[in-house]
C-alpha cells in the first residue's frame, strides 16, 4: 500500500504554481524595463522639485 497523500496540499501546491505563472505573464506582459523606470523615477523627482520651488512661503 502506498503512503497516504494530504489532498490540500496538492491542491494549494498547484493553486500556487497557477498564480506563479499568471504571475510571470503579467511581468512580461505590463512590466517595465530597467531604463524605463529610471525615466519615470527622474520625472517625477523633477515635478517634486518644480512644485517644491514654487510653494508659497507663509
Known amino acids: ?3 497516504p497523500i494530504n489532498l490540500n ?6 493553486n500556487r504554481a497557477s498564480r506563479k505563472a ?3 505573464e503579467n511581468a512580461v ?4 524595463k530597467k531604463d524605463q523606470k529610471e525615466v519615470l ?6 515635478i517634486a522639485r518644480n512644485l517644491e520651488a514654487h510653494k508659497r512661503e507663509t
Open 1 to 3: 500500500m502506498s503512503a
Open 9 to 14: 496540499k496538492v491542491k494549494k501546491e498547484r
Open 22 to 24: 499568471r504571475a510571470d
Open 29 to 32: 506582459q505590463f512590466g517595465q
Open 41 to 46: 523615477k527622474e520625472r517625477l523627482a523633477k
